[in-house]
């Protein structure tokens, strides 16, 4: 089983930045297509950024593009996402998945495995 667990989260203002890491425990994370995802309470799963596995391909939701970065150090056997000037809305639980298959997309059903997550609280 592929373990994935998310760090960074918090209680940050509106405005602000954070980092969140996701560091999985699979000697095989480097040919994993990673996504990160996140869930507000009430609301359904929602897709954020992607990343194919060499690093060099990402895309992101259309709520986040230009505040967010996707990124990967496969060496450490980590993704990260860097979340600059947050907003209220971007309060939620952020998820990191990982897709065996290796392609890019927002479809949380390419991703086999899912960490636990991480709370991200945005005040205004």
């Known amino acids: 089983q592929v373990q994935l667990v998310e760090s960074g989260g918090g209680l940050v203002q509106a405005g602000g930045s954070l980092r969140l890491s996701c560091a999985a425990a699979?000697?095989?994370?480097?040919?994993?297509?990673m996504g990160w995802f996140r869930q507000a309470p009430g609301k359904e799963r929602e897709f954020v950024a992607a990343?194919?596995?060499?690093?060099?391909?990402?895309y992101y939701s259309d709520s986040v593009k230009g505040r967010f970065t996707i990124s990967r150090d496969n060496a450490k056997n980590t993704l990260y996402l860097q979340m600059n000037n947050l907003k209220p809305e971007d309060t939620a639980v952020y998820v990191c998945?990982?897709?065996?298959?290796?392609?890019?997309?927002?479809?949380?059903?390419?991703?086999?495995?899912w960490g636990r997550g991480t709370q991200v609280t945005v005040s205004s």
């Open positions: 699979e000697r095989t994370f480097s040919t994993y297509a």
């Open positions: 990343i194919n596995w060499k690093g060099t391909a990402t």
């Open positions: 998945a990982a897709s065996e298959l290796g392609g890019l997309g927002s479809n949380e059903a390419i991703y086999e495995h």
